[in-house]
T-cell receptor, first 113, second 114 residues
Framework: DAGVIQSPRHEVTEMGQEVTLRCKPISGHDYLFWYRQTMMRGLELLIYFNNNVPIDDSGMPEDRFSAKMPNASFSTLKIQPSEPRDSAVYFC???????????FGQGTRLTVV | AQSVTQPDIHITVSEGASLELRCNYSYGATPYLFWYVQSPGQGLQLLLKYFSGDTLVQGIKGFEAEFKRSQSSFNLRKPSVHWSDAAEYFCARYPPGSARQLTFGSGTQLTVLP
């Protein structure tokens, strides 16, 4: 398996633009997580899905952030409109059963100028 | 609230020296505990995990960690560090039987001197 695949690896956008980050989890994994990593706040869980259903989105910082999982092999995290303070590395992770480790993608480094 | 504390922001060791990275957790029940490593520009790779049983767990790359309930600790160790071990290390946890959110510590940056 190729692991968790995220795209793009790097994204530079202007403030106010819409940004969409993509994630393909490991096949057979039924949990998917979106994390954000910043120097100030470290690694934070934004939202997670189980069987394509959002379970907990309490970490989503604002209504500008939204996430979807239309099927078991694809998820998106969208920021609209983007702001400079959204600049961070966004990680997607997946796992396949209760209380086991999560496998992380290589992340998307987002820069909003 | 559950939390994970990594008291050392940055540690420097010489190649070949031993290493111990500290991790403390706070919560009533024994959590599930993990150590991840992040190399520059990369994602997080699992080094090892503890769920139950033997309190000394072996991981990849020659790492091990010991769970000590009395000290609420899960310190990571390696007897002889290699230059390629330079990276950032994260301790993480979630309580058993609960929501699956991983809570991460703030990380420890490891520098290895030649």
């Amino acid at each position: 398996d190729a692991g968790v695949i995220q795209s793009p690896r790097h994204e530079v956008t202007e403030m106010g633009q819409e940004v969409t980050l993509r994630c393909k989890p490991i096949s057979g994994h039924d949990y998917l997580f979106w994390y954000r990593q910043t120097m100030m706040r470290g690694l934070e869980l934004l939202i997670y899905f189980n069987n394509n259903v959002p379970i907990d989105d309490s970490g989503m910082p604002e209504d500008r952030f939204s996430a979807k999982m239309p099927n078991a092999s694809f998820s998106t995290l969208k920021i609209q409109p983007s702001e400079p303070r959204d600049s961070a590395v966004y990680f997607c992770a997946s796992s396949n059963r209760e209380n086991t480790e999560a496998f992380f993608g290589q992340g998307t480094r987002l820069t909003v100028v | 609230a559950q939390s994970v504390t990594q008291p050392d922001i940055h540690i420097t060791v010489s190649e070949g020296a031993s290493l111990e990275l500290r991790c403390n957790y706070s919560y009533g029940a024994t959590p599930y505990l993990f150590w991840y490593v992040q190399s520059p520009g990369q994602g997080l790779q699992l080094l090892l995990k503890y769920f139950s049983g033997d309190t000394l767990v072996q991981g990849i790359k020659g790492f091990e960690a010991e769970f000590k309930r009395s000290q609420s600790s899960f310190n990571l160790r390696k007897p002889s560090v290699h230059w390629s071990d330079a990276a950032e290390y994260f301790c993480a946890r979630y309580p058993p039987g609960s929501a699956r959110q991983l809570t991460f510590g703030s990380g420890t940056q490891l520098t290895v001197l030649p």
